[in-house]
């Protein structure tokens, strides 16, 4: 899940297998937490498979491109950040 092309981004990865709505809302919650669009609302958050994730050579460390993308529009909640034990 990486925050929308405007603002800095950063990536959430969920692992597993067939990967609920639920928790694709609850990962684009958190990646927009973290990035400088977490006082906003209606944040749009980009999220697809790994498997389209590529880092171009000699790309800077964190500097991914990626295809076949949805978006998702949330409002940042940290909350998600805590984890239950």
Same mark, same amino acid.
């Given at each position: 899940?990486?925050?929308?092309?405007?603002?800095?981004?950063?990536?959430?990865?969920?692992?597993?297998?067939?990967?609920?709505?639920?928790?694709?809302?609850?990962?684009?919650?958190?990646?927009?937490?973290?990035? !400088?669009?977490?006082?906003?609302?209606?944040?749009? *958050?980009? #999220? $697809?498979?790994? @498997?389209? %994730?590529? !880092?171009?050579?000699?790309?800077?460390?964190?500097? *991914?491109? #990626? $295809?076949?993308? @949805?978006? %998702?529009?949330?409002?940042?909640?940290?909350?998600?950040?805590?984890?239950?034990?």
């Amino acid at each position: 899940m990486a925050p929308y092309k405007k603002h800095s981004r950063l990536s959430v990865i969920v692992k597993g297998s067939n990967i609920g709505d639920q928790t694709i809302i609850e990962a684009a919650e958190l990646a927009a937490a973290y990035s !400088k669009a977490k006082n906003s609302s209606n944040v749009p *958050v980009d #999220y $697809t498979e790994v @498997k389209y %994730v590529k !880092k171009p050579s000699g790309a800077k460390p964190g500097m *991914v491109i #990626y $295809t076949t993308n @949805k978006t %998702v529009f949330v409002t940042p909640d940290i909350s998600k950040a805590k984890r239950e034990d």
